[in-house]
């Protein structure tokens, strides 16, 4: 049974993400006066990405691996994500340092891939890739542990939803804001899509990337996007957790929808920054973040 | 020389720079020649060329561009001129000069004039013309396969002429600094609209340095216009030469001519042309706007210039039948009237797009992230704006307060009050502001165009007598991004013997390796984007298409067939 709700978890990642994707790409179509894609079409396009032939221009192994791994470990999570009411079914095989571990991979997939791909872009989107989780990482790392701190344990369990166990206290307010700052950082978009860049470094990391291979990036870029959302509705959002199983389950999908609003309105709405000007905006963050720790290890 | 001299002899016009000229170089100066109180002709020995140029600069000349051309059959020689801008006292002076065919060698000034290195460059590709002391004598037109010895311009090679592709030829870029990598932006990039190659030596993230190489497309127009057609064709070639300012091109043409053969157009069509330029420069700076956001990675505003954009499109498409390329301006006047009908709807349109404007300029004006991204980018200072003769909004962005509206007025803006926007931000966020504030100055001037349009005479005027062979005609035409100049030398077979076109992007882009230096790579596409670059003015001048393996040429013919079958 409780494979079954792992496995639904998946499921449930898997089939909504693009659902999110398309509504975010309504949502800026409109804030630009244009009509917009239809709502499903990132499922089209993922159907289309699986049909075409996947290029390998430097033959490397990893080249083509590396997509794979990003799929899996994004897959991984979602499994152990909680969401609606439930954890994650299998959580008690894993803590909060196996998500970190698991969301680090699918990162390093991607600098894998960039790397392997020989390309300049791919190179410099690589870096900025690498620079970005370097500094972003550690928001989320900290989000989960002021969890365990207040829940006084590492599974993901108690992490997620630690902040409401004990109660909202100023920590917690403390790392809601960070977190919604990072949120367009969590989510790749503007002002922080600059590892992408597209008019500089056309797609960054994924320049090289075609067909099946791409698809499968796609998947994990959505299904991330999702996980964050989702993320900061089980940790910040006390009130789904009494709920029943499919009242918790839509409950939390409104919320992911209502975060992936905030991010495309912020992303239509701002440049793109360089990833100088980034970094000292994420150090700002970090330093918040471990204060909102420091906080709730002093019991606020 | 010091610069306060300069005060004291303050040229105020031709006369006073004629005298000054005869007094310093007695021997070398021939001969001037001033048809009108706006233009001075110096005929100067091949010898002194680089004193005077240096003269002229220092007198407050600005550099524009150089002609060279073939004077092989009459005078066994190959004529070069500069010409030279005061755009304070109103006129341009052109330096004109000869070297004998069998030793066609002129000092190269592009060391003290770095705004007249390619065009050295190009006189050095096309006509074979030398230039010593040249401080970087690599090929800049012809394309690297393209044979030695033969110089597309010279009346001996045929227009579509076509010599052997060669394999294993490449331009060879600059040497990279040491301790940078090499990012090739181009020849097919995200960021640029056309083929061209940017050979960016980054170091990490910033940028230590730039070759470019470019002209990769290039149609031939020049030579084209002065072998296959007549003067009366060309204004229609000239509008293709851009596909944005395309007016702009006809207009400074149709002037050229028009003062070299001495015609006058009516008023009407005087301000019939200044309608049609100023409605390109509103379209042409939303369109910039637009592009400007895309490259910080601000789509929205991307989105909206150009919804904004589209009503002065349609509005076009009611003047001329044409969203671009109107096809409007020919030579002594214009082929369209504007009713007051029409003249009430752009009025019209006016107030809505400059609602709009308003709307989307605070909107842009007032975000502080695009401020992050523009503010203190692409630097370059007033002083190295004048060194490389920069124009048009990034020269104004820079502080350099020049406008051929205003400096050498034509067609009927010298009638209109309107003021020159200047920034002295010095940067990507000063030429944001400068368009920004022209686009309000456009509908200014459209405005009072429109209200004071008189009604004295007719759309077109013909010449009164055929063009006298070999007289020399120079106009300039502010464009949206900056100035256009054209020089026609009359010819024998009713069509130009020469036809210069200098647009724009050629001094700005030449300019842009300095503007790169020391900013970070993720701002190269809005350094880059900040002149407007349009690479198809600048690829305008060799002569053929050459295909890797299947060569050949479209005639009339063929085209016609093709396009044709395409249709059914």
């Known amino acids: 049974m409780r494979f079954l709700y792992s496995f639904l978890n998946w499921l449930i990642f898997l089939f909504c993400a693009p659902f999110f994707e398309g509504v975010m790409r309504r949502i800026t179509a409109r804030v630009q006066s244009r009509k917009g894609p239809p709502l499903l079409q990132p499922y089209y396009d993922i159907l289309k990405l699986l049909g075409k032939e996947s290029m390998n221009s430097t033959g490397h192994r990893i080249f083509n691996a590396a997509p794979m791994i990003a799929f899996a470990s994004i897959s991984a999570v979602a499994v152990l994500a909680p969401l609606g009411s439930r954890p994650g079914a299998l959580a008690s095989h894993a803590d909060i340092i ?49 969890g365990a701190v207040k829940a006084k344990s590492l599974m993901p369990v108690g992490a997620a939803f630690g902040a409401k166990t004990a109660g909202f206290g100023i920590s917690s307010a403390l790392m809601l804001v960070v977190y919604l700052l990072a949120l367009q950082a969590f989510a790749g978009r503007q002002p922080f899509d600059i590892p992408e860049a597209e008019v500089e470094l056309l797609e960054g990391p994924y320049i090289e990337y075609s067909g099946p291979g791409y698809a ?85 | 020389m010091r610069v306060t001299d300069i005060g004291e002899m303050a040229i105020r016009n031709v006369k006073d720079l004629s005298e000054i000229l005869k007094a310093a170089f007695p021997a070398a100066i021939k001969g001037t020649e001033s048809p009108a109180s706006n233009r001075l002709y110096v005929d100067v020995a091949a010898g002194a060329v680089k004193d005077v140029s240096l003269k002229l600069v220092s007198l407050g ?24 801008a005061f755009d304070g006292a109103g006129f341009i002076a052109a330096l004109r000069t000869e070297v004998p065919v069998a030793s066609p060698e002129l000092d190269s000034v592009a060391a003290d004039i770095p705004g007249a290195d390619w065009p050295e460059r190009e006189a050095a590709d096309l006509l074979g013309l030398k230039f010593k002391g040249h401080p970087k004598p690599k090929r800049l037109v012809l394309a690297d396969d393209w044979p030695e010895g033969i110089h597309p311009l010279r009346k001996d090679v045929p227009y579509n002429l076509i010599p052997p592709a060669a394999e294993d030829v490449a331009y060879r870029l600059d040497e990279a600094p040491p301790g940078t990598t090499v990012v090739p932006v181009g020849p097919f990039h995200a960021s640029l609209h056309e083929p061209e190659h940017f050979a ?129 301006i020919i030579i ?26 308003r709307i989307l300029m605070k909107s842009v004006i007032g975000d502080t992230a695009v401020h992050r991204r523009t503010k203190g980018v692409g630097y370059l200072s007033k002083e190295d704006a004048v060194r490389w003769c920069l124009v048009g909004p990034t020269a104004r962005a820079r502080g350099i307060r020049m406008d051929v509206r205003k400096d050498h007025p034509y067609a009927a803006y010298g009638e209109m009050e309107f003021d020159v926007p ?16 022209e686009i309000f100055e456009s509908i200014r001037i459209l405005r009072q165009a429109l209200s004071k349009m008189p009604d004295d005479g007719p759309l077109q005027t013909a010449a009164g007598a055929p063009l006298a062979p070999l007289k020399h005609g120079l106009f300039c035409v502010e464009a949206p991004r900056g100035e256009v100049i054209h020089y026609v030398i009359t010819g024998e077979e009713n069509r130009p013997e020469r036809w210069r076109v ?67």
């Open chain 2, 422 to 437: 200047v920034a002295d931000s010095c940067d990507v966020w000063g030429t944001v502001v400068v368009r920004f504030l």
């Open chain 1, 98 to 146: 196996t998500l970190i571990y698991l969301l680090t991979l699918g990162g390093v997939s991607v600098l894998l891939g960039a790397l392997a791909s020989r390309n300049t872009f791919a190179v410099i989107g690589a870096s900025r890739e690498m620079v970005t989780m370097i500094m972003v990482e550690p928001v989320l790392a900290m989000t989960l542990i002021l």
């Open chain 2, 61 to 84: 000349g600005r550099f524009q561009i150089s002609v060279g051309y073939d004077d092989i059959g009459r005078r066994n020689a190959l004529g070069y001129i500069q010409t030279f």
């Open chain 2, 502 to 568: 200098r647009a724009p992007t050629y001094p700005n882009l030449q300019a842009v390796p300095s503007m790169l230096m020391n900013n970070q790579f993720a701002d190269f596409p809005i350094i880059v984007g900040s002149i407007d670059p349009c690479y198809s003015c600048t690829d305008r001048v060799a002569v053929i298409e050459i295909g890797a393996k299947n060569k050949y040429i479209l005639d009339r013919n063929k085209l016609e067939e093709i396009s044709r079958r395409r249709k059914t």
């Open chain 2, 332 to 357: 002594g006047g214009v082929r369209r009237d504007i009713t007051p009908e029409i003249g009430d709807e752009v009025l019209g349109v006016l107030s809505e797009v400059e609602a709009e404007v």
């Open chain 2, 200 to 328: 960016v030596y980054v170091d990490g993230e910033t940028i230590k340095g730039c070759d470019y190489r470019g002209f990769m497309v290039h149609r031939g127009i020049e030579k084209l216009c002065q072998t296959q057609v007549t003067y009366n064709e060309v204004p229609f070639i000239a509008e293709r030469i851009c596909g944005i300012c395309g007016s702009v091109h006809a207009a400074a043409y149709a002037q050229a001519v028009e003062e070299a053969g001495g015609m006058t157009v009516s008023r009407r069509a005087a301000y019939i042309r200044t309608i049609m330029l100023e409605i390109e420069r509103l379209h042409s700076h939303l369109l910039w706007i637009g592009l400007a956001g895309h490259m910080i990675g601000f789509d929205t505003v991307f989105m909206q210039a150009w919804r904004v954009r589209e009503r002065i499109m349609w509005l076009s498409e009611r003047i001329t039948g044409n969203r671009k390329t109107y096809g409007m």
């Open chain 1, 216 to 300: 499968l990036f796609r998947c994990y870029i959505m299904m991330k996007r999702m996980f964050y959302a989702g993320l900061f509705i089980a940790a910040f959002v006390p009130v789904i957790r009494g709920l029943p199983y499919v009242l918790g389950l839509m409950a939390h999908l409104a919320g992911i929808l209502v975060v992936f609003v905030i991010i495309s309105l912020v992303g239509a709405t701002n440049p793109r920054l360089r990833i100088d000007q980034a970094v000292k905006y994420y150090a700002v963050l970090i330093l918040a973040a471990l204060c909102a720790v420091g906080l709730a290890a002093k019991g606020f």
